[in-house]
């Protein structure tokens, strides 16, 4: 275990550094020169100078890239072109605010969309199943941003029950949670479809299980059996995408973000490709990436120690 | 004498296989297994018990709802799987399983089942059971997990034992040490053993009875000594001339020839027939009645009224005793 478990941090470590020479390469990926980009129509030759120096242009390819590479494992990500802040200080004051979204988001993927998938796999083809067959299928099809639009349509402006816009504070938790509702509704909702689909599916070829038989066999109650000797079973694939799934929640927040005019990850991102604000769309890119291998670290670790089989592969 | 504790009447399972209903005979065996289930009501999902009926202690079984049905299961009438790997969950440790089945019936206090799990675990041999309670299924070898199914099968003290080829799985060495277990099991507690095998070996160690299935039916049924002594179905007889025996050296094995008939297409009357050395014409014709009180036997040389010794001896019959 213990070794798997610095091969998998050593392997997060390399995707981490190949990224970093990824985005370090980024403003040389977009046609045209970076710095006229940036500068537009105030550029004179000497703010190109300056801008040039700040981003290290004026060295080789090679040079930048470790310049980049190794600030930023010092933790310096550089500085924002408009307000000359450090990268690192929007990004902490952005992340928890995504974070929060992305974790509530899943919390309800997870809290409606497993018991749908176990109930519509208990009694398959009822009516249940066939109706949580047909929502799904639609949840998973909607896009969070038209999920999100509808949402604040309904629940904002048509019923006014929740805030249609802001974030709110950290300081005010009911108002901030407040805040949070909507967006994390818009960007659970299509996970929960998958969620239910995915276990649905899963519980039904466990349910044919040998062991649910003897489970039955020896007169365990129902909800014993399905809850705990087959849902333990069956989470296990629903497991392993909860890693690529919250990577995807990190993405999918950039639309909501922008729809409800949340302070996040997203919409920072969004704001500065808008304005050519390249260290900061490095560093946000380099943020998301970062909790995206993270998150599929974690979810692969807490596979393996749902199934007890793959446990003792590794420790032997 | 009361009511049996178990009694099966004209039991009939039928399987819907791609919208056809077929009788319980599966490509191995001649429905052994299937009647296993069918006491519990465990058919998989394409079964169901079409005709007869399975009294337990004087009930119908198929007649009992869903709670009744659920404590019956494991307390009453508890059942030995075949397959122990598949049998127990994986990502559950034994200990757990046996939890969930004490607790299932509300046996013993909470703070002494461990304990109790444990003395079991001992009792069907299983070195180490203080340690070995917290193991997964998969970290065991095949005989340490059958007997963790028979433990839990012992654990809630049923009446009745169904064991659906126990030893099977198993070497020689543990088959007898398992067999060894289920006859203390009888002679300690009286628990009724109803035990499915194909192995006349296993069975002639451990039954008082035997009933010979043959493409689903009963063909014919005798305490264990008649059995093997005056065995008198033409199935049966074929079946001991195949037990390799210490006293028959030299001489060659009796094999069957042809093999159990397909689902698909069972002969008519006898569906031993095609299979069988004394084959006449009246056992294509008529399908055998099942005679005889305690020792019975399904097969027209027996039945006087059958007109088998009129009839004349078929000349198709392809196979027979060699």
């Known amino acids: 275990m213990l070794q798997y ?61 470790a310049q980049f590479v190794g600030h930023a494992f010092q933790g310096d990500l550089g500085h924002d072109f408009v307000s000359n802040l450090p990268v690192t200080n929007l990004i902490r004051n952005a992340l928890p605010h995504t974070i929060a979204l992305a974790v509530s988001s899943l919390a309800l993927a997870i809290l409606f969309g497993i018991p ?5 796999a208990t009694r398959p083809n ?94 365990l109650r129902e909800s014993v059996i399905v809850y ?33 005019s949340r302070v996040g990850l997203g919409s920072l991102i969004v704001e500065s490709i808008e304005t050519r604000n390249y260290p900061v769309v490095q560093g946000c890119v380099l943020t998301v990436a970062l909790l995206f291998v993270l998150a599929n670290l974690l979810a692969d670790l807490s596979y393996r120690f749902l199934d007890p089989r793959i446990r003792v592969e590794e420790s032997t | 004498m009361s009511e049996p504790l178990l009694r099966v009447e004209g039991l009939e399972v039928v399987y819907r296989v791609q919208g056809r209903r077929l009788p319980a005979v599966s490509e191995s065996g001649c429905g052994k297994s299937t009647l296993g289930l069918a006491l519990l009501r465990l058919l998989p999902q394409n079964g169901e ?63 002494d089942r461990r304990g109790r799990i444990v003395a079991m675990l001992e009792r069907v041999g299983i070195p180490d059971a203080a340690d070995r309670v917290g ?19 012992l654990l809630l003290e049923p009446a009745l034992l169904v064991a659906d080829e126990p030893t ?7 088959q007898m040490q398992i067999l060894e277990l289920l006859r203390a099991l009888r002679r300690d507690r009286g628990t009724a053993i109803l035990f499915i095998s194909h192995d006349l070996g296993v069975v002639s160690e451990i039954c008082d009875r035997a009933v010979v299935m043959y493409a689903g039916r009963p063909v014919e049924e005798a305490d264990i000594r008649t059995m093997f002594e005056q065995p008198r179905h033409p199935y049966t007889q074929a079946l001991l001339a195949s037990i390799p025996s210490w006293r028959r050296r030299g001489e060659e094995l009796g094999s069957i020839r042809g093999r159990v008939p397909s689902l698909f297409d069972l002969p008519p009357a006898c569906a031993f027939a095609d299979r069988c050395p004394h084959v006449r014409a009246v056992c294509r014709e008529q399908p055998p009645r099942y005679l005889g009180a305690g020792r019975r036997v399904r097969c027209h040389i027996y039945d006087s009224a059958s007109g088998y010794a009129s009839s004349p001896p078929s000349l198709t019959a392809r196979a027979g005793l060699r």
């Open chain 2, 168 to 174: 099977s799985a198993l070497d020689v060495t543990l």
């Open chain 2, 49 to 111: 018990i079409a005709g007869g009926r399975l009294l337990f202690r004087g009930r119908d079984i198929a007649a009992l709802d869903r709670e009744e049905l659920r404590r019956i299961r494991g307390s009453q009438v508890a059942m030995i799987f075949q397959d122990p790997l598949t049998s127990l969950n994986p990502t559950l440790t034994v200990g757990a399983q046996l939890l969930d089945a004490l607790r299932a019936h509300g046996r013993g206090a909470a703070k």
């Open chain 1, 228 to 260: 705990r000797h087959a849902l333990k079973n069956a989470i296990i694939p629903t497991v392993a995408v909860l890693g690529v799934g919250l990577g995807e929640l990190m993405g999918g927040a950039v639309f909501v973000e922008v729809i409800f």
């Open chain 1, 126 to 219: 009822g009516i249940l199943d066939r109706l949580t067959g047909v929502v799904s299928i639609s949840l998973i099809t909607t896009p969070s941003y038209i999920a999100g639009l509808y949402l604040l349509l309904l629940f904002s402006l048509t019923v006014e029950l929740f805030p249609a816009v802001g974030t709110g504070s950290f300081s005010h938790p009911i108002g901030y949670l407040q805040h949070l509702v909507l967006p994390a509704v818009a960007l659970a909702l299509g996970w929960i479809g998958y969620f239910a689909r995915l276990v649905r599916t899963s519980m039904l070829e466990i349910l044919n299980a040998n062991y649910i038989r003897t489970a039955y066999a020896y007169g």
């Open chain 1, 5 to 65: 478990l610095i091969k998998r941090i050593g392997m997060a470590f390399l995707v981490a550094v190949l990224l970093m020479v990824f985005l370090a390469l980024l403003v040389h990926a977009v046609p045209g020169d970076p710095v006229n980009a940036i500068l537009g129509q105030r550029s004179t030759p000497e703010l190109v100078r300056t801008v040039r120096e700040q981003m290290g242009l004026d060295k080789t390819v090679p040079a930048q890239v």
């Open chain 1, 116 to 120: 749908l998938g176990v109930l519509a």
């Open chain 2, 135 to 153: 193991r997964y299924p998969h970290e065991l070898s095949g005989g340490m997990r059958q007997r963790i199914m028979i433990a839990m099968a």
